[in-house]
């Protein structure tokens, strides 16, 4: 018998919904139980191509927004190797922001041919998350919390339209199956100990389920 396989989990939500925050307690939750647990992060910036986002991203560098698209999607591919053998491995990998971020943040910007499914594409078959949580926020609770950086994205009006396609990109059937919304509006710990009962239950169906990862 082989090793049984971790699990795969991806937080997504708009900036502001506490998402790093709570991928950050999961991971030390986690830890503190003997679990081996893995943390990664898209954007991951520290690679040559993330390194470019990230000078898109702070407005130090222009790019066509096709282009922008697709180094966000080789940024997930450049790192597809490590996190299947972390999974393989039997580690629980904690996922911030994955490839639903990918296809909304540039859906978003309503360019006629960059459609969802059109964003979707470079993303198909890559490793598919055991569960995607949705830290959902309103716009009036993330007004509330206020302060947006100064990133490219950190805006009222895009960020109003990010969370209508994250809206319209669970009726995909593949992606409506995966993500569970939690309301991220209430308190941190609330909210943790949601996140928490989503994740054992869920651990729980890998370990007693199909050994292989899906794809996307
Ligand atoms: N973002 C993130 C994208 O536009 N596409 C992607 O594929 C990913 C992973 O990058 F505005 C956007 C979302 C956000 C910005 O993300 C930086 P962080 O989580 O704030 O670093
Ligand atoms: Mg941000």
């Known amino acids: 018998m082989g090793t049984q396989r971790g699990a795969l989990v991806v ?23 003997g679990e081996e647990v893995h943390h990664m992060r898209f954007p991951n910036r520290s690679s040559p191509i993330g390194q470019m986002i990230n000078s898109y991203l702070s407005g130090q560098a222009q790019q066509d927004d096709h282009a922008i698209h697709l180094l966000f ?8 190797r490590e996190l299947e053998e972390r999974i393989n491995a039997g580690a629980t990998v904690i996922v911030d922001r994955y490839y639903y971020s990918g296809c909304v943040y540039s859906a978003a910007k309503h360019i006629p041919s960059m459609d969802l499914e059109w964003c979707r594409s ?10 995607c949580i949705f830290l959902d ?8 919390r206020g302060g947006f950086g100064e990133e490219r994205y950190e805006k009222r009006e895009l960020q109003d339209r990010v969370r209508e396609c994250y809206h319209e990109m669970r009726k995909h059937p ?6 569970v919304i ?16 989503v994740v054992r239950r869920v651990r729980k ?11 996307v």
């Not at 999607?73 to 597809?80: G, L, P, T």
């Open 11 to 33: 937080f997504e939500g708009l900036d502001r919904s506490g998402k790093s925050t709570q991928c950050q307690r999961l991971v030390d939750v986690l830890r503190a139980n």
């Open 73 to 80: 999607s080789a940024n997930r591919w450049e790192s597809v």
């Open 122 to 131: 470079p993303d198909v078959g890559l490793p598919r998350p055991d569960v």
């Open 137 to 144: 926020i309103s716009a009036e609770e993330q007004a509330k």
């Open 174 to 179: 593949d992606e409506h199956a995966d993500m």
């Open 182 to 197: 939690v309301d991220a509006g209430r308190g941190m710990e609330e909210v943790e100990q949601e996140i928490a009962e």
């Open 205 to 215: 169906n890998v370990e007693g389920g199909e050994s292989r990862l899906r794809t």
